[in-house]
């Protein structure tokens, strides 16, 4: 089992910037994704990015591709997402989540441990 808590989360202008930090505590394996996914009012959860934390590749939903990036600080086992040029459409609940590597990092289903989520308002 692995803990998961979110921080970075607030209010910024369009066009500014956010970066959300996700410290993980527990049974964090290198074969272990993390993920960032968001939830919109009335909206399902969606993935955002994901990376492997034993490293590798980072993998983008279309919408962020270019302004988010996903990076993980192994030996203080944090992850981050550095979000720039942020749009009204990225307002959102954003949660971490990690699970056992499966190839499926888009899907919620392939993550078993989720934080608490943070809050990311941008305004217009």
């Known amino acids: 089992q692995v803990q998961l808590v979110e921080s970075g989360g607030g209010l910024v202008q369009a066009g500014g910037s956010l970066r959300l930090s996700c410290a993980a505590s527990g049974r964090a394996s290198s074969s272990y994704t993390m993920g960032w996914f968001r939830q919109a009012p009335g909206k399902e959860r969606e993935f955002v990015a994901a990376i492997r934390w034993g490293g590798g590749n980072a993998y983008y939903a279309d919408s962020v591709k270019g302004r988010f990036t996903i990076s993980r600080h192994y030996a203080e086992t944090t992850v981050y997402l550095q979000m720039n040029s942020l749009k009204p459409e990225d307002t959102a609940v954003y949660y971490c989540?990690?699970?056992?590597?499966?190839?499926?990092?888009?899907?919620?289903?392939?993550?078993?441990?989720w934080g608490q989520g943070t809050q990311v308002t941008v305004s217009s």
């Open positions: 989540a990690a699970g056992s590597w499966t190839g499926y990092y888009s899907r919620s289903t392939a993550y078993d441990n």
